[in-house]
């Protein structure tokens, strides 16, 4: 089956920690990103990528970090200078040589830290 | 970035009902998605529409480039439907969606 995969779903952590979220696509896109929704609102990106070994900061990239050595993979990192890191964070990828940007989205991982 | 503005924020319908859902830019866009969030997160694609208009099944969209807005109607709708909708768009000359705050719906049997 073709998609994008999201592990874990949920993840606890206490305050002080960093912690990796994992993001795999066998749609061979191009373009990945990262997104963070926070409770009654819409998504604002934290990252994106169009090719290997290049990515870009979006709105909201304090305290995050991502890196890109492979085209199926787009591993996230909060670390703890992200000051609210409580949030539900969606993964994204897209075929930038097809419908420019329509993006196709993974099932999320819950981030709970305490 | 641009302002994306959904409207209404809170819909509740009848089963069978229809609705439209209005989508609003600060400035001009050349890619406009629709999605549906079910209860469980999952972000499911709906249309893929920066003009004009496409239908699939019950679903149908438009939009009007020139002036900025989308709409989405769902026809007969049923208490799968709920959930929240958003739309996104790109700006002209940039790389990355701007989504709304979506419309919740809640479709009542």
């Known amino acids: 089956d073709g998609g994008i995969t999201q592990s874990p779903k949920y993840l606890f952590r206490k305050e002080g920690q960093n912690v990796t979220l994992s993001c795999e696509q066998n749609?061979?896109?191009?373009?990945m990103y990262w997104y963070r929704q926070d409770p009654g609102q819409g998504l604002r990106l934290i990252y994106y990528?169009?090719?290997?070994?290049?990515?870009q900061k979006g709105d909201i990239a304090e305290g995050y970090s991502v890196s890109r050595e492979k085209k199926e993979s787009f591993p996230l990192t909060v670390t703890s200078a992200q000051k609210n890191p409580t949030a539900f964070y969606l993964c994204?990828?897209?075929?930038?040589?097809?419908?420019?940007?329509?993006?196709?989205f993974g099932p999320g991982t819950r981030l709970t830290v305490t | 970035g641009i302002q994306v503005e959904q409207s209404p924020p809170d819909l509740i319908l009848q089963e069978g009902a229809n609705s439209t859902l209005r989508c609003n830019f600060s400035d001009s866009v050349n890619n406009l998605q629709w999605f549906h969030q079910n209860p469980w997160g999952q972000l499911i694609n709906l249309f893929y529409i920066p003009s004009g208009t496409k239908q699939n099944g019950r679903l149908s969209a438009t939009t009007v480039a020139t002036e900025r807005y989308s709409l989405l109607y769902i026809s007969s709708s049923q208490t799968t439907d709920s959930g929240v909708y958003f739309c996104a768009g790109v700006k002209t000359g940039a790389n990355n969606l701007f989504f709304g705050t979506g419309t919740r719906l809640t479709v009542i049997p």
């Open positions: 749609l061979n896109h191009d373009a």
């Open positions: 994204a990828s897209s075929n930038t040589r097809r419908a420019a940007y329509e993006q196709y």
């Open positions: 990528s169009q090719i290997v070994n290049d990515f």
